[in-house]
Structure formats: C-alpha cells, structure tokens
C-alpha cells in the first residue's frame, strides 16, 4: 500500500510499538493521528515529529468508549481533510495472572482494552474506509502470544492476557475475509519482546477496573533488552507497504512460539487420523 499522503490513526500511539508506528508512517509521508488514553503524551508525541516538519497531530482517546472513537474519527477526518487510510489497532495492556488466580474485573479490563477496543476501532472506521472506495487498511496489534505460548522467562504467566491476544488473532483473520474483494486489507502484528512501557499498563486502569496504579519500577527491567520500539515501528510499517497479514518485528520469538504450536498441532492430527483412519 502506498504510504505517502495517506492518512493514518494509530491507538495507543504516544509510546512504544505505537509511536515506533507513528514516527515510521510520518517519515514516509504520511499524515498521522496520534491518539491515546495519556492525552498529555499524546500531544507531546506529535510534536516531536511536528518539530521534525512532519505531519502529526495528537488527540485523546479510551478504545473502550464507543462514543470517542466515532469522535475521534471526525476529528482525524477533519485534521487531515480526507478520509483515514490507515487504522493501527495498537492499544493494548498486559496483565499477569494464571487462569484460575486471575481476578474477574483484570480479564474485564484485559479484553476491554485489548479485544473490544480492536472491535471498536473496526466499527468506527470500516464503514467510512469502505464507502471511500480509496485503498485502505487496518492492522491489529496481537502479539507473539496471538501465535501460542512463548516461553514462561519471556512471556510470563498472563492467562488474560494470552487470550485477548489469541482473540485477535481470531479477530483479524475473519477481517480478512469479511473485506476479501473490498478496497480494505486486514493485517495483524504478531511481536516478540520490544521494550516498552506495557510492564505499568495498570497506570491507566479505568475506575471501573479498579482505577490506576503504579507497577513496581523493577518490572521495567524485563523489557529493557526487548527490541528498540523504532526498529519495530519501521519493520511493522516496511510489511504493511508489502500488505502483509502477517507481520513480525523480531523473528526467531515470534518462530520459536509457532513452531512449537504447530508441531504439537501436527503431531496430535498425526495421532487422531492413525487411531481413526480418517
């Protein structure tokens, strides 16, 4: 897909894989919308590239609140006099917890944040996406556990989290075949470790999840030797160029988790057509 001069939105885009997104999209011509639920950063975020001569605007914007997202949609038309191109699904908080430790209202906001707000997105701006008859596309952010279970040292144990990420997966590749033979592409973002921030996404929890809190500062130490969030952003966006579905940041995560899935996969439809003879 031709990236300059194309309008783009991207959630949760004032930091980490987002603003490695963002910055990415900005320097390849295209004019960006920044949104996320820390409006401060989110502003502070487009004028970091704005100050570069780029185009970028920054707006705020919680991915479960339907009425701000046909909102936020009306202000990016409007910022950029055209329809938005590009939609980059990119919110997203992570949480720990086993299956059955996992309290109720942390897998509410989990699939809140990291499925519904995916949805929302897709509701808001498909149906604008499709009636501009313009080539556009929406990518999702899901995550190496979109692809199985990574190792316990690098993925942790976030039964919700998990999930949510294989939901959109699910998610995504019914994207794809709902716009089949439309002017809209579907994509989903499978990355292994970046470093971000996502170790303290309970900062932002909403009050009826239990409201924010701080995370303990050594979390921040499990990411800190994740891949650089630019380095991510640009391979994301080289993918999205080539319309991709699939697309990957660090490469051997995201193959060692699948190929563990698949081969397990494979194995026990081995099995099952040897003892039926189907």
């Known amino acids: 897909m031709e990236i300059r001069g194309a309008n783009a939105f991207i959630t949760g885009g004032a930091s980490g894989i987002g603003f490695g997104v963002a910055s990415a999209?900005?320097?390849?011509?295209?004019?960006?919308?920044?949104?996320d639920i820390e409006s401060e950063r989110a502003m502070e975020a487009a004028e970091r590239l704005t100050a570069e001569g780029l185009n970028a605007s920054g707006l705020h914007l919680d991915v479960i609140d339907e009425a701000q997202w046909a909102a936020a949609a009306d202000v990016a038309e409007h910022r950029?006099?055209?329809?938005?191109?590009?939609?980059?699904?990119?919110?997203?908080?992570?949480a720990g917890g086993t299956v059955h430790g996992t309290q109720k209202r942390t897998w509410d906001w989990v699939l809140a944040v990291n499925l519904f707000g995916v949805v929302n997105g897709v509701k808001t701006f498909a149906p604008r996406m499709l009636e501009s008859g313009l080539p556009c596309r929406i990518v999702n952010t899901g995550s190496e556990h979109s692809l199985g279970l990574p190792p316990t040292g690098r993925g942790g144990v976030a039964a919700a989290y998990t999930s949510s990420k294989h939901a959109v997966m699910g998610y995504s590749l019914a994207m794809r075949r709902d716009f089949a033979e439309t002017n809209v592409s579907a994509g989903i973002v499978c990355p292994g470790l970046v470093a971000t921030d996502i170790w303290n996404a309970f900062r932002n929890r909403q009050p009826a999840f239990g409201g924010p809190r701080e995370a303990p500062p050594e979390r921040a130490r499990a990411m800190a030797h994740g891949l650089p969030a630019e380095t991510a952003g640009q391979r994301i966006v080289d993918q999205v160029e080539a319309d991709q579905f699939f697309i990957f940041t660090n490469g051997p995560d995201e193959a060692e988790v699948l190929e563990t899935y698949v081969t397990e996969a494979t194995a026990a439809m081995a099995a099952f057509?040897?003892?039926y003879g189907v």
Do not use: D, E, K, T
């Open 25 to 35: 999209l900005a320097r390849r011509g295209a004019n960006v919308v920044i949104a």
């Open 80 to 94: 950029w006099g055209g329809p938005v191109q590009l939609l980059f699904n990119n919110a997203g908080i992570g």
């Open 273 to 275: 057509r040897a003892r």
